[in-house]
């Protein structure tokens, strides 16, 4: 563990790289304007203050890469009405059980007697399908690339096994299209990207390629240790300094080009691209979420429950400001409900629920702004 800290939360070098950024930072074309894609840095950003030891013409901007946040009241209410249901048991991981919905979480749901389930791993659906078999149990799937393996590793399973009591809703978004459309707004102001790496273990960084071609930026990979995020920022600055954009993997340890090619193989066997998926924030993004191959569709719940699914989608809370935070926007403390009517303990938006959303970021390490 000491061996652990020493490299990569080491007090000196970190220091030593923020006096580099700062001795830097002058000869900066334009101030730096760096979206950090997953929430994962940004928890890093704000639990080690990193953002004070910057220089001011560097300035992070959240972005849209926590898959709770991203989920839209309309995806939840569906889980709801199916959860209601009484030959059902509804699983998830557990960060998507306090999201609200417009009839409650599914928190909600379970106190009011439907059988509702967090699990800290898919494969976990296979004992309750066994133990279960005169109910229907429904997995309410999320995650960027990272996560969609696991959901095609479960499936691949249910066929194995013959189980016929599974169901699958299929929330699992790809990283790329809402970068794109968020880069290509008039008005947008983002002159860099921090990349996810987790999903970049699983897709290869290759998956950023398109966005350097169309979008002339720095983008780097970065991991998610205090020292990995200043080495990453530093590269960006170079970048910026010198005029040439390009893409680099600074989480080389376990990021390269091309990915985890069975994982992608899994993937391809089993989903394809959605044609349409609704972005909390974002709205309607064409190809930017996976669905279940037409092969598969004996396992889809939204096909198994559609006599139970709403049909209008209700916006989101008025009062809250989650969208404009996923868009990079807005901050968390530009909420006027931020750590009021909205907390952990009773969130509003989806940003204040998930371990990897922003809202809750600057209401943990507030103090360190």
Same mark, same amino acid.
């Given at each position: 563990?000491?061996?652990?800290?020493?490299?990569?939360?080491?007090?000196?070098?970190?220091l030593?790289?923020?006096?580099?950024?700062?001795?830097?930072?002058?000869?900066?074309?334009?101030?730096?304007?760096?979206?950090?894609?997953?929430?994962g840095?940004?928890?890093?950003?704000?639990?080690?203050?990193?953002?004070?030891?910057?220089?001011?013409?560097?300035?992070?901007?959240?972005?849209?890469?926590?898959? &709770?946040?991203?989920m839209?009241?309309?995806?939840?209410?569906?889980?709801?009405?199916?959860?209601?249901?009484?030959?059902?048991?509804?699983?998830?991981?557990?960060?998507?059980?306090?999201?609200?919905?417009?009839?409650?979480?599914?928190?909600?749901?379970?106190?009011?007697?439907?059988?509702?389930?967090?699990?800290y791993?898919?494969?976990?659906?296979?004992?309750?399908?066994?133990?279960?078999?005169?109910?229907?149990?429904?997995?309410?799937?999320?995650?960027?690339?990272?996560?969609?393996?696991?959901?095609?590793?479960?499936?691949?399973?249910?066929?194995?096994?013959?189980?016929?009591n599974?169901?699958?809703?299929?929330?699992?978004?790809?990283?790329?299209?809402?970068l794109?459309?968020?880069?290509?707004?008039?008005?947008?102001?983002?002159?860099?990207?921090?990349?996810?790496?987790? &999903?970049?273990?699983?897709?290869?960084?290759?998956?950023?390629?398109?966005?350097?071609?169309?979008?002339?930026?720095?983008?780097? &990979?970065?991991g998610?240790?205090?020292?990995?995020?200043?080495?990453?920022?530093?590269?960006?600055?170079?970048?910026?300094?010198?005029?040439?954009?390009?893409?680099?993997?600074?989480?080389?340890?376990?990021?390269?080009?091309?990915?985890?090619?069975?994982?992608?193989?899994?993937v391809?066997?089993?989903?394809?691209?959605?044609?349409?998926?609704?972005?909390?924030?974002?709205?309607?993004?064409?190809?930017?979420?996976?669905?279940?191959?037409?092969?598969?569709?004996?396992?889809?719940?939204?096909?198994?429950?559609?006599?139970?699914?709403?049909?209008?989608?209700?916006?989101?809370?008025?009062?809250?400001?989650?969208?404009?935070?996923?868009?990079?926007?807005?901050?968390?403390?530009?909420?006027?409900?931020?750590?009021?009517?909205?907390t952990?303990?009773?969130?509003?938006?989806?940003?204040?629920?998930?371990?990897?959303g922003?809202?809750?970021?600057?209401?943990?390490?507030?103090?360190?702004?």
């Amino acid at each position: 563990m000491m061996d652990y800290i020493q490299t990569y939360r080491d007090r000196d070098s970190i220091l030593a790289l923020a006096h580099t950024l700062r001795s830097l930072a002058s000869k900066l074309p334009a101030p730096l304007k760096i979206m950090e894609v997953c929430g994962g840095h940004t928890h890093t950003l704000m639990k080690y203050g990193l953002s004070k030891l910057l220089p001011p013409n560097i300035e992070f901007i959240h972005g849209p890469g926590c898959p &709770v946040c991203i989920m839209p009241r309309g995806r939840i209410d569906e889980a709801y009405h199916i959860a209601m249901r009484p030959d059902v048991i509804l699983l998830t991981l557990g960060d998507m059980i306090k999201v609200p919905g417009s009839n409650g979480s599914l928190q909600n749901a379970r106190a009011q007697g439907a059988d509702v389930r967090f699990v800290y791993s898919p494969i976990e659906v296979l004992k309750v399908a066994k133990d279960n078999p005169s109910k229907k149990i429904v997995f309410f799937a999320i995650g960027f690339e990272t996560t969609t393996p696991m959901t095609a590793a479960l499936i691949e399973q249910c066929l194995t096994l013959n189980l016929t009591n599974v169901y699958f809703h299929i929330n699992h978004v790809l990283v790329p299209p809402p970068l794109e459309l968020i880069l290509a707004q008039s008005d947008c102001s983002i002159n860099a990207l921090i990349a996810p790496s987790h &999903v970049s273990v699983i897709s290869g960084a290759k998956i950023y390629a398109p966005l350097l071609e169309r979008f002339k930026l720095p983008i780097v &990979v970065s991991g998610f240790e205090p020292l990995d995020m200043m080495q990453s920022i530093l590269s960006i600055l170079k970048q910026a300094i010198s005029r040439t954009p390009r893409l680099e993997i600074q989480y080389a340890r376990v990021v390269d080009m091309q990915g985890n090619l069975k994982a992608q193989a899994m993937v391809e066997r089993y989903f394809c691209p959605r044609e349409h998926f609704e972005w909390r924030g974002l709205g309607d993004i064409p190809e930017s979420a996976l669905r279940l191959r037409d092969e598969f569709a004996r396992y889809d719940a939204e096909i198994e429950f559609a006599p139970y699914l709403p049909k209008e989608r209700k916006a989101d809370h008025k009062a809250c400001l989650c969208g404009e935070i996923l868009k990079g926007n807005a901050k968390p403390m530009d909420c006027k409900v931020f750590g009021k009517a909205c907390t952990p303990n009773n969130p509003i938006g989806s940003c204040m629920v998930s371990s990897e959303g922003a809202c809750a970021a600057y209401y943990k390490y507030g103090a360190l702004l």
